[in-house]
């Protein structure tokens, strides 16, 4: 079993910064791959980045590119969703999802854990 904590989400103004945390517990997977999702009240979750194992490959959502940057520190068991220039359209609940496999899907349903989620509000 695997479990994901989010913290960092919060209130921040149009232009402003944000650094998301998803801490890792439980069984990990030399082979698997983390992402973020969010979820806006009223829509559906949307995929947002991606991640894989040793850091070395990342997929984003093209809304995001150049704003988000996605990492990992394995030895802290912690990954990171570093959000710049953000914009009311961002707002949502953030999750941190984990899936066994090497690939990084941008599908909800490819990934086997889930986080609670952190909420991010941007105003205008």
């Known amino acids: 079993q695997v479990q994901l904590v989010e913290s960092g989400g919060g209130l921040v103004q149009t232009g402003g910064s944000l650094r998301l945390s998803c801490a890792v517990s439980?069984?990990?997977?030399?082979?698997?791959?983390t992402a973020w999702f969010r979820q806006a009240p009223g829509k559906e979750r949307e995929f947002v980045a991606a991640?894989?194992?040793?850091?070395?490959?990342?997929n984003y959502a093209d809304s995001v590119k150049g704003r988000f940057t996605i990492s990992r520190d394995n030895a802290k068991n912690t990954v990171y969703l570093q959000m710049i220039s953000l914009k009311p359209e961002d707002s949502a609940t953030y999750y941190c999802?984990?899936?066994?496999?090497?690939?990084?899907?941008?599908?909800?349903?490819?990934?086997?854990?889930w986080g609670q989620g952190t909420l991010v509000t941007v105003s205008s």
């Open positions: 991640i894989s194992w040793s850091g070395g490959s990342t």
């Open positions: 999802a984990a899936r066994r496999g090497g690939a990084l899907y941008s599908r909800s349903g490819a990934y086997d854990y």
């Open positions: 439980g069984r990990t997977f030399s082979s698997g791959t």
